[in-house]
């Protein structure tokens, strides 16, 4: 083990850079100091060195301070005066910038980034840094990289969903340099002038499109050509979400990342044809330079492809490991694969450091490094076998086969918990289509696509014929992904492991691969097994007790932005979502999808026991299509109102085709008690239904669902959006049944609600708004405000405090939001 170590120098420095990485995310701003500890180490290192001392630790320390400098212009940039960030959320703007990268299309929609060059205002304007985002709706122009561009519009800031654990949008756009972001429709915005430079991101900008151009002619469906340019080009824009999904449920979802499998099969071709071409020439036969000529070689169509296929994480990795791998030609000496793996990861974070905190760095470089290390243990286990070069061509296949089978094992559990940690779904049928598709992917698919990429400056009629050929291939293996992926066993969705759990999984795996070892190594797996296997127990225990075995009533109104949802959980473990948030359209953003279902899974729920949609608005029901859907719902409150609009048919559909128990309003009981807390339905009347059609203030908001949820002397209204009517009526029929300590506000806070009337029944003590920031309806209405404060209600807003965690045992209430730093993650999200 020391002589590996010794041997192998870069990994530890490699993981002493990545901790100083991360800490540097962490608590970042400590740049002075961290260059005092360097120069500190580095005078003590050159001490060591001078009296011939080992210098142990030194150099650990120096690169993980040098990995803390590393990330600090991400995570503590210093802006000039001018930086787009001051001239944020104010007022519209006129903008004049450069296309920085290529334009991709989602959804219909255009999204550009843009380097904002001037800002101006009342015929003056001025000279600004800085990149934006900017989607662009149809009908829109053809935008390419280096386009100047006019538009008006206002620039909003990069703001997060503020749930416990979510994805932090606002740093993964930090990471890519974007500050801010604009919407506009594609009529409204100008081309001042096309890019003339000539420049290489220029021309593999424009060698990209036009083999995208190539793809789109074959005429293919938008499936086969979304999929094909992934494969040939690297743009995924094209492919459609459930094509996306079928290759994830079928555990292939890697295929459509530009990664080792491309890189080595251009690198492969590349070293014979040159080896080949050079065994004619005498002077490279003559000085045996044939295999370090055709390594020189083939870094040229490597790197050139890596730039092609746009230089993904996995991309970057493949291509250095490729690289260092030909030049163990030119130097003749052993290729270390754990130490090329070490070489590319360093390089990568040195010339950029967020890398690291990439799905696609992460995804990478593990399954990599499983598959190495898992070889190892198989090579130690079956290379003395002397016998295999004299065995049958079978048995060849067949230990070709099962060698095919290990490598597919080892990448899909060296990456299990990093699948779970971002995709929370495992698939069950991932060896056996890796088996299937692989070979034709690897061998059939994208050869033809990469031969037509090179074939294109020469022919475009060749280059055309190979790019059909691979459509033609494609269509049939899409049709075999579709059939693996539709099998009802093919996938299931997990909960959300944290840190602590996913370096458990890891040691326990590392023990168990170890345990038939011998001497300090066994005895080391042993102890490591029985750990892990303690805390695990432990975690359990912790969790069992937060699900199951906790007494207190617990109410999580979700940061959903402009709409709303909440999670009640009860005594006992039973969970009941009142409604689901939701945008206008789920194609563009799903909020269920990417808002309401992370936060269930890192709370370990998969069952909600009851979902509540307070009334069919896409604000409240968009979100709870796919909890419906991919979740373990027993049954459904709704007040039967029905609207004609595609969200809620679906809805409908996805109800009934899971089985979910759902009762017509009218025979709906009024009143539930769950383990001590009880929920009431105050509103609206059963009969509203028949008094609709001749009240026209009946309309959908003010039909929602009212339901108070008490436990002991604490209770929490949920008025869904109802208006000053429905205020009046509910008055009227339940007066001081209302009183309740905290108020989620009315129609987000809207000045058509909260009368006077009501809060003086409702008599709230605090009162929550859910509603988005510098939202387009105005919510919540000064108004409205300036009521809450004379009836003396502490006021909480998720577009200010974020997710909002309600506790009580029934005699005190607290509360805590989550932006004023009261949500204590149990463990640090690393990732």
Request: some cysteine; glycine content about 6%; proline content about 5%.
């Amino acid at each position: 083990m020391a002589h590996r170590i010794c041997s192998r120098p870069i990994i530890p420095l490699l993981i002493s850079m990545i901790f100083g990485i991360v800490f540097g995310s962490w608590l970042p701003g400590n740049a002075i100091w961290t260059y005092f500890a360097i120069f500190l180490c580095a005078g003590l290192i050159l001490f060591k060195i001078i009296y011939k001392k080992t210098p142990f630790f030194l150099p650990l320390a120096v690169f993980f301070a040098f990995g803390y400098l590393l990330i600090q212009p991400w995570v503590a940039p210093r802006f000039p005066s001018n930086h787009i960030t001051y001239f944020t959320d104010n007022h519209q703007w006129e903008i004049v910038g450069v296309v920085d990268k290529n334009p991709e299309t989602y959804n219909d929609r255009l999204r550009i980034i843009l380097r904002v060059e001037t800002l101006g205002r009342a015929n003056r304007s001025f000279p600004v840094a800085g990149n934006i985002c900017m989607t662009v709706t149809k009908p829109f122009p053809d935008i390419f990289v280096g386009d100047r561009l006019f538009l008006i519009s206002k620039i909003r800031s990069i703001r997060n969903f503020n749930n416990p654990g979510g994805f932090d949008y606002r740093r993964y756009m930090a990471f890519k340099r974007i500050w801010g972001s604009a919407y506009i429709p594609g009529k409204k915005l100008f081309i001042l002038n096309r890019n003339t430079a000539t420049g290489l991101n220029t021309i593999i900008e424009k060698i990209r499109n036009r083999i995208s151009s190539l793809i789109d002619e074959t005429g293919e469906s938008g499936n086969q050509q979304g999929v094909l340019k992934a494969l040939i080009v690297g743009d995924r824009t094209g492919v459609e979400k459930n094509m996306m999904e079928a290759f994830n449920r079928s555990g292939i979802g890697h295929l459509l990342a530009i990664s080792g499998l491309h890189i080595g099969i251009i690198a492969t071709a590349s070293f014979i044809i040159f080896r080949w071409l050079l065994s004619y020439i005498k002077f490279f036969l003559w000085n045996a330079w044939t295999k370090k000529g055709a390594a020189i070689l083939s870094l040229f169509p490597v790197i050139l492809y890596g730039l092609i296929s746009g230089m993904s994480p996995s991309t970057q990795r493949a291509v250095i490991m490729v690289t260092v791998f030909l030049m163990t030609f030119m130097f003749e000496k052993e290729h270390d694969p754990m130490n090329t793996l070490a070489i590319a990861a360093m390089i990568i974070l040195i010339v950029h450091p967020p890398s690291f905190f990439s799905i696609s760095f992460q995804l990478s470089f593990i399954a990599v490094l499983s598959i190495i290390y898992g070889w190892s243990l198989r090579h130690v286990k079956f290379a003395d076998n002397k016998k295999a070069m004299n065995d049958g061509w079978h048995i060849r296949i067949t230990r070709k086969l099962f060698s095919f089978v290990l490598v597919s094992f080892f990448a899909i559990l060296g990456t299990l918990p990093i699948v779970m940690f971002y995709f929370n779904q495992i698939s069950l049928v991932g060896i056996a289509v890796n088996l299937l598709i692989i070979p034709i992917i690897g061998f059939v698919v994208v050869p033809l696509g990469l031969i037509s990429v090179f074939l294109y400056p020469l022919s475009i009629f060749g280059a055309s014929i190979c790019i059909k050929a691979s459509a033609g291939v494609l269509a049939h293996t899409l049709g075999i992904v579709h059939y693996f992926a539709g099998l009802p066993f093919a996938a299931i969705k997990t909960v959300t492991p944290n840190f602590f759990e996913m370096c458990c999984y890891y040691i326990l795996a590392w023990a168990i691969f170890n345990l038939k070892g011998i001497g300090l190594r066994r005895k080391t797996a042993i102890i490591a097994a029985a750990l892990v296997i303690f805390a695990g127990s432990a975690d359990a225990c912790f969790w069992a007790y937060n699900r199951f075995w906790r007494n207190d009533l617990r109410v999580t109104i979700i940061d959903v932005g402009q709409g709303g949802s909440a999670l009640v959980e009860v005594p006992g473990g039973r969970c009941i979502l009142i409604d689901g948030g939701g945008f206008s359209d789920n194609s563009i953003f799903d909020v269920g999808e990417r808002i309401v279902a992370p936060f269930l899974w890192r709370k370990k729920i998969k069952t909600i026991d009851t979902i509540v949609l307070s009334h069919p608005n896409s604000d409240h029901l968009n979100g709870l299509l796919y909890i419906a859907r991919h979740f373990n719902v027993k049954r459904l409150w709704c007040n039967s109102d029905s609207v004609e609009i595609d969200s809620y048919r679906e809805f409908m559909e996805i109800i009934k085709k899971n089985g979910i128990e759902t009762v017509v309003f009218k025979d709906m009981p009024r009143s539930y008690e769950i383990n001590g807390a009880s929920f009431k339905i105050l509103y609206p009347p059963k009969d509203y239904i028949y008094k609709r059609k001749n009240e026209k203030q009946r309309n959908i908001n003010n039909n929602s669902l009212v339901i108070k949820v008490s436990f002991g002397s604490k209770s929490i209204l949920f008025p869904g959006d109802i208006m000053a009517y429905a205020e009046r009526e509910i008055v009227a029929t339940h007066g001081d049944e209302l009183k309740s300590t905290v108020l989620i506000a009315p129609h987000h806070g809207s000045r058509t609600s909260s009368t006077p009337v009501f809060l003086e029944k409702v008599k709230p003590e605090i009162v929550i708004i859910s509603a988005s920031w510098k939202n387009s309806f105005r919510f919540p209405d000064p108004s409205v405000l300036k009521r809450y404060n004379e009836n003396d209600c502490r006021i909480f807003r998720t577009d200010k405090d974020g997710a909002l965690q309600i506790s009580t045992d029934g005699r005190v209430l607290k509360i805590k939001p989550f932006i004023a730093g009261s949500f204590e993650p149990l463990f640090p999200n690393f990732f």
